[in-house]
């Protein structure tokens, strides 16, 4: 967990909500019971916070794409949980790719 707290943090201020998270990545099975109170915790932070949340969530799925290929399962489920947290608590992916339509 403190692996996950240290990439959360980006080594700096470890903000409550991260404990959650991290949880959330050593047992994906309880991930669907942690949205609401993760959401419900994300409401509450001020605006720095919630910045350092994001990009929290983007160093994850940095960090999975760069060592998918090390522990595929681990990877896999660090990026779905940091996705899925981005989408429900900013309403999009900051490193969404883009849809590009034939001219």
Known sequence: MVEYLDLLSGK????????????????????????????????NLDEDRLDKLRF????????????????????????FVAQVLEKLIFGNLMLEKEQISPE
């Open 56 to 79: 929290a969530l983007l160093r994850i799925q940095v960090y999975a794409d760069i060592h998918r290929n090390e522990d595929m399962e681990r990877a896999q489920t660090m990026k």
């Open 12 to 43: 700096k201020e470890v903000l409550k909500i991260y404990g959650s998270i991290a949880t959330a990545f050593e047992n994906i099975e309880i991930f669907p019971y942690l949205l609401e109170p993760i959401y419900q915790e994300a409401m």
